[in-house]
């Protein structure tokens, strides 16, 4: 029984690769879920149970999980809104091609690395614009009335 139900598992996962679905995935978790089950408790009635209970868990913790990281990628997205605005520098950013070329810088209350995209040093306090973002680092250059 367990094998028939690994090699089920497997096949939906396969299926899944080639066009994700979430429902192909929660078969193929919840068939080799059960298959592990079926190694120990070799009785058909526990692997429909089983499918009875575990199907619709497998189901929701998918998708919350999908939601999460759509979530979190919108978020990350929303970055690039931050494009021309204002941030303070809270620890000096040095030149770019030197090792600690980092410098941290606030916006909207939160705290983000930033590195200076004319390779100049920047002193904290000093007000900058956010020019891009490369990742998780803003990347800004100093506004010319600024200067402290």
Do not use: C, H, Q
Request: net charge positive.
């Amino acid at each position: 029984m367990y094998i028939l139900l690994t090699i089920i598992g497997l096949l939906f996962l396969v299926l899944d690769l080639k066009k994700p679905s979430i429902i192909k995935m929660t078969l193929s978790y919840t068939s080799l879920f059960l298959a592990i089950i079926a190694y120990k408790f070799a009785d058909w009635k526990f692997v429909v149970i089983g499918f009875i209970v575990f199907v619709p868990i497998f189901y929701i913790l998918i998708t919350t999980v999908i939601k999460k990281g759509a979530k979190d990628k919108k978020k990350l997205e929303a970055l690039d809104d931050y494009r021309g605005k204002t941030a303070i520098v809270k620890k000096d950013i040095a030149k770019t091609m030197s090792i600690d070329g980092l410098g941290l810088v606030e916006y909207n209350n939160e705290l983000w690395s930033a590195k200076s995209v004319d390779d100049k040093e920047i002193k904290a306090g000093n007000k900058v614009e956010i020019i891009f973002r490369e990742n998780m680092i803003l990347n800004v250059k100093v506004l010319d009335n600024a200067n402290k």
